[in-house]
């Protein structure tokens, strides 16, 4: 194909045409086959469409009858499907749109319109370089007005020079949004004093007595890249209070936060200190919060203290060693029609957890349902095999154990008891949902990607509450099967014991928490919290979305 030819196809473009001309007139300037490379590289189809469509796509933006009204529309979306999964049982039309919206397709040309409208297609060039003499070292001047808010750096001296250099930038700080301070900048002066052979703290003592504009004096570092935030969510698995911590770089600068609270990580570029923010909290300062390397170094360091001092407490006794709880990777589940959450009560004994299973199966028993445990001992006068129990000889049931068919198992008075898992799933693939209230150590069997369960932590109030609602109510203990009686209160104190014990090995593991004052209330709350499962999205792990 000549230059001619090509230029008269209307589906090549001019630009590229040209090219190919001048490489004509420029044969003897390059070796033949560099020419005929290139040559053949800008006749092609493939770099022809692709010019067509960044001219098009860059036609579009210019246009201003054509501008986008917005650039993040999936993130609309998102908060459009929040609101409508509280009215999907509402209205018929909010749950077309609400199941519309999470179409893939739909999904795919929203993130698309943002990219356009962002502009994401054009290429990231480099910095220009700087030029610089040989004898003079280039400078910037950045002015900052001082505010209540901090200024989101932290600065540190540099090991081999002694240098002051900028050592992180937070996120959505006021350094960050002024763009001018980079991490790695070499600080020189700040408001007119030289911070030469002087320390970090000197620096910040400075800072703090400095009022209106801060002068920095700084020599620019040679890398500039702007910071990216992650999408990474996580759901803290212990507490944090930056004021107690010794080795944070800047307390200022950390973020506290409870167990159980879901964390925004917007950078992981230090091996030691994460930027976060908290999710309920998305236009605030990214704080610092320890890495989940460190922290599982701590924690190592505290079990190996504890062991070392003879100091092990008896509630670690059970704890999963190789479980070391710090960060969880979680992501929004949305609902889907017809398949629904297994609903796990773990509670400590004594506390109801049984009798709450029973009464909200009981309220909808086409809706609700809970597996037959198996069990190794005699059928009893009145039972019915299959509706209480089934029943199985012993050396049938060890071997299912043991081939790991029981997502929880044990013996109680010479016999054994337990919960298959395939009559877990055989519930939940029959549209019901299924209701469960095992021991607390079938956690590790039932939080699978496949079940999903809700989990909730049946807890105790006070002592005092405790036996007065018991006594009141005329509670029978399920602590004693031969004969009928109230509790004592040693049976309270050893629920009380038995739920701290419980909250402490796998309290992060839970989502929501119900305290059973009374039966009746904490079944009103049982209600609102199954509600939630059904319909609204909400956060699990990860792996359960993907």
Not at 224 to 248: C, L, T
Not at 318 to 330: G, H, M, N, Q, S
Not at 477 to 498: A, K, P
Request: proline share 5%.
């Amino acid at each position: 194909m000549t230059a001619a030819v090509m230029a008269a196809d209307a589906s090549y473009d001019p630009v590229l045409s040209k090219l190919v001309t001048s490489l004509k007139e420029a044969e003897s300037l390059s070796s033949e086959q560099e020419l005929g490379f290139l040559q053949n590289l800008l006749e092609s189809k493939e770099i022809n469409a692709l010019v067509n469509v960044h001219s098009k796509v860059g036609k579009v933006i210019k246009d201003e009858k054509c501008a986008p009204l917005m650039s993040s529309s999936i993130q609309v979306a998102l908060e459009v499907l929040e609101q409508l999964s509280q009215r999907c049982h509402i209205s018929p039309l909010c749950k077309e749109i609400f199941y519309l919206l999470q179409k893939p397709h739909v999904q795919s040309l929203l993130a698309s319109h943002d990219a356009i409208a962002q502009k994401d297609f054009y290429p990231h060039l480099p910095d220009i370089p700087i030029e610089v003499d040989e004898d003079e070292e280039t400078v910037k001047i950045v002015q900052l007005v001082k505010s209540n808010e901090p200024l989101g750096a932290t600065i540190k001296t540099d090991e081999e020079t002694g240098k002051i250099i900028i050592a992180r930038i937070m996120h959505g700080g006021a350094a960050d949004r002024s763009g001018l301070i980079h991490v790695g900048d070499e600080v020189i002066e700040v408001n007119g004093i030289n911070v030469e052979g002087k320390t970090p703290n000197d620096v910040l003592t400075i800072l703090q007595n400095s009022e209106g504009t801060i002068t920095f004096k700084l020599v620019p570092s040679d890398g500039k890249s702007g910071q990216r935030e992650s999408k990474v969510r996580v759901r803290a698995h212990f507490e944090y209070n930056p004021e107690n911590d010794p080795y944070i770089p800047c307390k200022e600068a950390g973020l506290g936060f409870t167990r159980g609270e879901i964390l925004h990580i917007v950078g992981q570029d230090d091996g030691y200190w994460w930027q976060a923010r908290k999710e309920c909290e998305r236009t605030s300062r990214a704080g610092l919060i320890p890495s989940r390397a460190l922290q599982e170094r701590r924690i190592i360091h505290e079990r190996t203290q504890k062991e070392t001092n003879g100091d092990t407490k008896n509630e670690n006794d059970d704890f999963d060693r190789e479980l070391i709880a710090t960060y969880e990777e979680v992501s929004k589940l949305y609902p889907r029609p017809g398949v629904y959450r297994p609903i796990v009560l773990i509670g400590a004994p004594g506390i109801g957890r049984n009798e709450l299973k029973r009464r909200l199966v009981a309220r909808n028993p086409d809706k609700y349902r809970s597996p037959v445990p198996y069990t190794t001992r005699a059928m009893r006068p009145g039972e019915v095999p299959g509706r209480e129990y089934l029943f199985v000889t012993r050396d049938k049931m060890e071997a299912d154990v043991s081939a790991g068919k029981f997502i929880e198992s044990g013996e109680y008075k010479g016999h054994l008891y337990g919960t298959s898992a395939e009559s877990v799933k055989a519930i939940v693939n029959s549209g019901h949902v299924c209701v469960l209230s095992p021991h607390y150590q079938a956690i590790k069997s039932l939080r699978t990607p496949q079940l999903k369960p809700f989990i909730i932590h049946i807890r105790t109030p006070s002592f005092d509450r405790l036996k007065a609602t018991r006594e009141a109510h005329r509670a029978r203990s399920t602590f004693d099967e031969l004969n009928s009686r109230g509790f004592t209160d040693d049976e309270f104190n050893e629920m009380i014991t038995s739920d701290e014990r419980i909250n402490f090995l796998y309290g992060h593991f839970f989502d929501e928490e119900i305290v059973n004052e009374t039966l009746a209330t904490a079944l009103e709350q049982l209600l609102v919290c199954v509600e939630r499962a059904e319909t609204e999205p909400l956060w699990a792990p990860s792996s359960w979305v993907q």
